[in-house]
């Protein structure tokens, strides 16, 4: 089954540092997503990106969030200024034109 | 209202049991719709798609009514390792919507 992956699995960051997720998508998807999960509560929405551009974001991505494709393989997050309600999973998942898949899931704890 | 609606549960049914969960959407031109299943402290793992006419895969059916606006699931002979939060999602292609999800419990 194609995969998904996300580095690193586990991040530990300091208030207002900036953090930088990776995921590497499946080759022939072209819809990229960004959702997070709090520990005990949804999977919410962040950001979704299609040919090269931000297509549809939430009021939770706001200007310290950035998302980014820089090489045609990877896609990242950036959080620039990191604070402590950030921390959560972080979940990258890619889409065919029909199926979408997870990756594993960045696990953010900023401290 | 929210744009997907779900019974967080928990559903406590004993092995064996038969056991359905619904997933109310409110946006009519909503695409396409998938049920996941995620683990505690994992990612949401793609169960099944989910069509009008209906789809099954072993214990497994789900099923959509776009009149009424609801997708269902329903697990028959349930195993203690179907415990899990299963979610419902739909899609358009600009997101991928969420329910809260129902958190299913099978004991012995």
């Known amino acids: 089954e194609p995969e998904v992956t996300q580095t690193p699995s586990h991040q530990v960051t300091q208030m207002g540092q900036e953090v930088i997720l990776r995921c590497v998508p499946i080759?022939?998807?072209?819809?990229f997503y960004w959702y997070r999960q709090i520990l005990g509560q949804k999977v919410e929405f962040l950001v979704s990106f299609y040919n090269n551009e931000i297509s549809e974001k939430s009021e939770i991505f706001d200007d310290q969030f950035s998302v980014e494709r820089p090489d045609g393989s990877n896609f990242t997050l950036k959080i620039r200024s990191t604070k402590l309600e950030d921390s959560a999973m972080y979940f990258c998942?890619?889409?065919?034109?029909?199926?979408?898949?997870f990756g594993q899931g960045t696990r953010l704890t900023v401290v | 209202r929210k744009e997907v609606e779900q019974d967080p549960g928990p559903f406590n049914v004993p092995e064996g049991a038969t056991v359905a969960f619904n997933c109310t959407y409110s946006n009519s031109a909503s695409q396409s719709f998938f049920w996941y299943r995620q683990d505690c402290r994992k990612e949401p793992k793609l169960l099944m798609s989910?069509?009008?006419s209906g789809n099954e895969d072993g214990r497994f059916t789900a099923q959509l009514n776009r009149a009424s606006q609801y997708i269902s699931l329903l697990i028959r002979d349930s195993k203690l390792s179907d415990s899990a939060t299963y979610l419902c999602?739909?899609?358009?292609?600009?997101?991928?919507?969420f329910g809260t999800g129902t958190r299913l419990l099978v004991s012995p």
């Open positions: 989910v069509y009008s």
């Open positions: 080759s022939n998807h072209l819809y």
């Open positions: 999602l739909w899609r358009s292609f600009q997101k991928l919507v």
């Open positions: 998942a890619s889409g065919g034109n029909t199926e979408a898949f």
